[in-house]
């Protein structure tokens, strides 16, 4: 799916939420089907969103022979004590507002079965996902 067409589907997730995308060139593709691409960032949009956050930010970064797209929001972060349990299914703080705690678990799925990984990285403010891919030859 290409990055662009990846920022619009973010935006049309969490209309609230100011989408931008960062140092990514114009021919960015994410290696991911438009359905999945969908799925992923629909997720983690619209959690930022539920959580306080404002702004979504994309980056897209070329690695040696990985692709990196960092998912970051400007809302409250992660607590310490939930770190370590946001991949898990059925973990949720929301669940008196409907959660499940299956997005993540669903996400992390859905990126690894197209060789991928996400991993939550530190930030000094809101939360960050890397979502990262190997790269095409």
């Known amino acids: 799916t290409p990055v662009k067409e990846a920022l619009a589907m973010a935006r ?6 100011k989408v931008k995308l960062a140092d990514a060139p114009s021919d960015a593709v ?9 799925i992923v960032l629909t ?38 004590k939930n770190r370590n349990q946001v991949f898990q299914p059925f973990f949720t703080t ?4 409907g ?3 299956m997005g993540l678990a669903i996400v992390e799925s859905l990126v690894a079965s197209n060789d991928g990984a996400i ?6 403010q809101g939360t960050a996902f890397d979502l990262t891919f190997p790269a095409e030859p």
């Open 12 to 17: 049309s997730a969490a209309p609230n939420l």
């Open 119 to 124: 991993t939550l990285a530190d930030t000094h």
């Open 30 to 38: 994410l290696p991911l089907s438009p359905e999945t691409t969908e």
């Open 43 to 80: 997720h983690l949009a619209k959690n930022a969103a539920e959580h306080g956050a404002t702004l979504l930010t994309l980056t897209w970064h070329r690695h040696g022979d990985a692709l990196k797209l960092r998912v970051q929001d400007n809302g409250p972060g992660i607590s310490t």
């Open 99 to 101: 959660g499940t705690g």
């Open 94 to 97: 929301k669940r008196d507002r």
